[in-house]
């Protein structure tokens, strides 16, 4: 066999590359199973998450009273209370026995008891005390139970001191309410909202659990389609692994380019969730987010022998990986070995960068650890996927040269 | 079923791992000391008290003092602090010529638990703030302690999280994921394993085995895994009630029921799934949706009641929604099993499913080929 010069290598290395791309590229869009993962999802589980967390927050939780004081004062409360919007006061019970079998009947998530000396301590000038009791199967129902009351007890607790105080101007009533009067701003996400804390992260995870499960579909495939069940067939055009690693890669990375727009910047817009990134910065940091997951996946799918595996293998992951990311359980409470175990992940970088692009407007400067890590990734995830790949074509000859020894043999 | 690598992993090690991770991810119950920033720009001794009491507070932990308001803002952008207290200039020489300053605090709601924690600690401190201030005051005038905080606070509300008053985090959802899991792994073998036979040809063989009735074939074939997956489901009862001592106000057995009646009806979902999609490929699509998508549609996080009204119906479908509304009812609050007795009855009617597409899915198992 004539030696071939560096140069002419190289062209030959282009020349495969895409030849190889141009081939993935065909059995991704000829694989019906393929396609479900790398589009028909994208598509649709963005659509299902965004839809069911679109009402952001929780209004009108029900909740019964107990009114043992019957006044005035307690009628207040107890009406200022209903009239918030958290809050909806299902029944008046006569007593706790009453408000408790409404629990237990799922009517209520909440009573709120008001004891007998209630008007009376006011009066006297004494302390007095609404108690809370809450149902503690969602957070939510405990939250919204709590700010209501909150709120509504330092409202009132304003009215009865200035009417105690005797002040003589407006201004001076309004300094013996609050000496020192504060201000809550609750920055990037000013309602609150579920969908808008939640879903940007649900996005990112998307994109890489999807390429996790397509590539390693149409590995399967490839095995099992294979004479050796090996993942790289005997081709002329398969014999260097630069050369196939970056174009299955490339062909990876266009369709993903797509399915990123969409999942990224069209979806937040459909169910105006918050989106003050700039795109510029946001396809900068996007870039090396899908390198990462790609050869990430590429990596990892080289434990799929068969086609549907993958799906038994990665689908449960998405749950605790959402978790490892840090948005719903903070990263500052996390145990130091899962923090150092996430940064196995793509995705956890991923996600605290998009967050903070998308719905907090950082700019590349502030997201420079995450951007740095997912490069990091990027670079060693394709250093494995070649090894991975090496090893593999080597094995798909070891099996050729078996066999061949084997039928000369005969 | 013990050949393979992939049924251990799936049926074993993947439900092992996930309720270790996450049991060991939120072990602290409520997170402790997160960062927050201080913008101190009155530099005087009560703005600093202000910021060592804030400091002093369990969740919350100052890192930082940031000279300006927009600097602070960029710590949070880069995810340094979770939020930041902010005091402007003059605020104690205002409080002390009662010109009535003001203070404000800023949390970052993108990461709503921290966000949510960190408020109700600044609110807190900002109401003490004024507080101590209005108490200097009525001090001076000559009033008791008792008078001062009567005055200051005639309505204090006493708060009572039933059955979980430490707000623990782990306890609300790592009772309702390690189920989840499960079911989730339940629904993708059962799928996995069935279709597996499709696509391998070996359906009519497996069939034959079991005399050509698709019920003796199916219980042969899944009485196994109920075994198998039900033992996983009494660990982690036996892991969260045992060995964390989660609130379980009803007795384990209640919940071993409910568990079991899980595993069953998880299997039924599973049947059916592949009964109305006999490719591998689409069934275990199905399962996956279905499984991933009950965290969200069992109204743990996010309550079933601020679903859209369709949702709401539709969350009746999932089989976890139920287990975790028996959960509710029983480990969490210990009301007697008839308050439950709907969800018991749909987890029942989900054991059922495989009797509605038995005959469909015979059919595939004897006539239908494997399209790759």
């Known amino acids: 066999m004539k030696q071939l010069t560096f140069k002419q290598k190289i062209i030959q290395g282009i020349h495969d590359l895409f030849y190889i791309w141009m081939q993935e590229f065909r059995t991704t869009f000829r694989d019906q ?94 302390q007095t005390q609404v108690s809370l009791f809450c149902d503690m199967s969602g957070l939510l129902y405990y939250k919204a139970l709590l700010n209501a009351n909150t709120s509504v007890s330092l409202d009132m607790n304003a009215d009865i001191k200035i009417q105690r105080a005797g002040n003589s101007t407006h201004r001076q009533d309004e300094i013996t309410t609050y000496p020192i009067k504060y201000e809550d701003v609750a920055l990037f996400n000013p309602t609150n909202g579920f969908a808008a804390f939640l879903i940007p992260a649900v996005l990112i995870l998307i994109i890489q659990q999807t390429l996790l499960l397509g590539i390693g579909l149409s590995v399967g495939t490839a095995r099992e389609h294979n004479r050796f069940r090996d993942l790289v067939p005997i081709n002329r055009h398969y014999n260097g692994t630069l050369r196939i690693v970056l174009g299955k890669g490339l062909s990876y990375f266009m369709v993903y380019a797509l399915v990123s727009v969409y999942v990224l910047c069209v979806v937040p817009r459909l169910f105006s969730l918050i989106q003050i990134g700039r795109p510029d910065i946001l396809a900068l940091f996007t870039l090396p987010y899908l390198a990462a997951c790609i050869f990430f996946a590429m990596t990892a799918s080289i434990a799929i022998r068969n086609r549907e595996t993958c799906m038994l293998l990665f689908v449960f992951t998405s749950v605790p990986l959402l978790f490892l990311s840090g948005i719903s359980w903070p990263g500052a409470a996390m145990p130091d070995f899962w923090r150092y175990f996430s940064y196995i992940f793509p995705s956890t970088f991923g996600i605290n960068g998009f967050v903070r692009i998308n719905s907090m407007g950082a700019s590349l400067n502030e997201v420079a650890p995450e951007y740095r890590a997912l490069w990091i990734q990027a670079g060693i995830y394709f250093l494995t996927t070649c090894g991975v790949y090496r090893w593999q074509i080597i094995q798909s000859r070891k099996h050729v040269i078996e066999k061949y020894k084997e039928y000369k043999g005969r | 079923m013990v050949s393979r690598p992939l049924y251990l992993f799936c049926m074993v090690i993947a439900p092992l791992f996930c309720y270790v991770f996450f049991t060991t991810l939120m072990g602290s119950g409520l997170p402790v000391n997160m960062p927050i920033g201080v913008v101190d720009q009155d530099m005087t001794s009560t703005s600093r008290q202000l910021a060592r009491n804030l400091d002093a507070f369990e969740q919350t932990a100052v890192v930082a003092h940031y000279p300006t308001v927009s600097e602070a803002r960029t710590a949070m952008q880069s995810g340094e602090i979770y939020g930041f207290y902010y005091i402007p200039q003059g605020t104690t020489a205002k409080v002390q010529s009662q010109r009535q300053p003001t203070v404000s605090f800023y949390t970052n709601n ?40 009567a005055f200051l606070q005639p309505i204090v509300i006493d708060t009572h999280p039933l059955n979980n008053p430490w707000l623990n985090y782990s306890v609300y959802l790592c009772n309702t994921f390690a189920p989840g899991v499960l079911m989730l792994l339940i629904f993708m073998i059962t799928v996995y394993s069935i279709g597996v036979e499709i696509k391998d040809r070996t359906a009519r063989e497996w069939l034959r085995m079991g005399n050509n009735s698709i019920y003796i074939s199916l219980a042969g074939k899944l009485l196994p895994h109920t075994a198998v997956f039900f033992l996983m489901g ?27 009646c899980l595993v069953l009806a998880s299997q039924g979902m599973g049947v059916l799934m592949i009964g109305t999609l006999p490719t591998l490929r689409l069934g275990l699509s199905f399962a996956s949706l279905w499984g991933v998508l009950s965290f969200s549609m069992c109204g743990l996080s996010f309550p079933a009641m601020a679903m859209h009204p369709m949702l709401q119906g539709l969350a009746n479908l999932f089989p976890l929604r139920h287990y975790f509304l028996i959960y509710v009812d029983q480990a969490l609050n210990g009301y007697p099993m008839a308050y439950s007795w709907i969800n018991y009855v749909a987890l029942l009617i989900f054991m059922m499913l495989p009797f509605l597409i038995v005959h469909r899915l015979k059919g595939a198992l004897i006539y239908y080929k494997y399209v790759p």
Do not use: W
């Open chain 1, 33 to 126: 199973g393929v396609l479900i993962f790398f589009v028909l999802v994208p598509l649709m589980y963005p659509l299902i998450y965004a839809f069911i967390y679109t009402n952001e927050t929780i209004r009108e939780v029900p909740a019964v009273v107990v009114d043992y004081s019957h006044s005035a004062l307690s009628r207040e409360y107890l009406r200022k209370v209903d009239a918030s919007p958290e809050v909806k006061i299902v029944s008046y019970c006569a007593d706790m026995e009453e408000a408790k079998l409404m629990l237990k009947e799922r009517l209520a998530y909440g009573i709120i008891y008001v004891p007998a000396d209630f008007s009376d301590n006011i009066a006297q000038g004494k």
């Open chain 2, 110 to 149: 993108t990461l709503l638990i921290a966000g949510s924690l960190l408020y109700k600690d600044m609110k807190m401190m900002s109401e003490l703030a004024s507080g101590a201030a209005a108490r200097a005051s009525l001090y001076a005038k000559g009033a008791t302690e008792a008078q001062a905080m």
């Open chain 2, 234 to 260: 009494i660990l982690y009862n036996v892991y969260l009630y045992g060995f964390l001592h989660f609130p379980c106000n009803s007795g384990i057995l209640p919940m071993l029921l409910a568990t079991l």
